[in-house]
């Protein structure tokens, strides 16, 4: 089976400061890996990705996230947080092996300040 | 032009009725998805089709059943509604390939059983 876990409900940080959303996963096979940013009364939007090869990927709006096999973990990063980001993060998972079934953690949400 | 478009955006029913919620895709994608998402913002998948062919059905009561005329459409069903049914219910698709695309999800249907 596979999981995915967002340790923190809330993450709270300052605009202009850095900001990490943690995630880490269990899959039996090779993990596909997504970030997906959820505004109020709106429909998920895909952030990034990580397929294969560099370990840090860059997506949209500044974010980048770097996979860590070892510690099967994929943290959502970016260097300075702006208002607008505030929003809800979910981490996803899909085993190719699993009829390419995704799995979603249960979310953060993020909230930075002025 | 919208991706992946759901109709009706709200809907408020009675405990009992049997109700559909529409979703449409332009995007020329072989997978769509059905996912709920509760009062917790916990985010589920209930159903997966693959060019009109069910390859996902998670642990839904029966009286949910999903319908996919064509590869561009997934229709909900929903029979006997229940308080408990009351939440958001995503539609999303993607290109099937190998595993590696990302999903496109629609706006959402916020479902309110009274």
């Known amino acids: 089976a596979q999981s995915v876990a967002q340790p923190e409900d809330q993450v709270n940080v300052a605009e202009g400061n850095p900001l990490t959303v943690k995630c880490t996963y269990s899959?039996?096979?090779?993990?596909?890996l997504f970030w997906y940013v959820q505004y109020p009364n709106r429909g998920l939007q895909f952030l990034l990705k990580y397929i294969t090869g560099d370990n840090l990927v860059k997506g949209s709006y500044g974010f980048e996230a770097e996979f860590n096999k070892s510690q099967t973990s994929f943290h959502l990063k970016k260097p300075s947080a702006l208002v607008s980001d505030s929003a809800l993060y979910f981490c996803?998972?899909?085993?190719?092996?699993?009829?390419?079934?995704?799995?979603f953690g249960d979310g953060t949400t993020l909230t930075v300040k002025p | 032009d919208t991706a992946v478009s759901q109709t009706p955006k709200y809907l408020v029913t009675q405990m009992g009725n049997d109700k559909s919620i529409k979703c449409e895709q332009n995007?020329?994608?072989?997978?769509m998805y059905w996912y709920k998402q509760d009062s917790k913002k916990f985010l589920k998948i209930m159903f997966s089709?693959?060019?009109?062919?069910?390859?996902i059905n998670e642990t839904v009561p029966n009286r949910f059943s999903p319908k996919s005329p064509d590869k561009a459409h997934l229709n909900l069903h929903i029979n006997s509604l229940e308080l408990g049914d009351s939440a958001v219910y995503f539609c999303a698709s993607r290109p099937t390939g190998t595993g590696t695309t990302e999903a496109f999800f629609g706006q959402g249907t916020r479902l309110t059983v009274v």
């Open positions: 995007l020329g994608h072989d997978t």
């Open positions: 996803a998972v899909r085993d190719v092996t699993n009829a390419g079934k995704s799995t």
């Open positions: 089709y693959n060019n009109k062919e069910l390859i």
């Open positions: 899959v039996s096979g090779n993990p596909y």
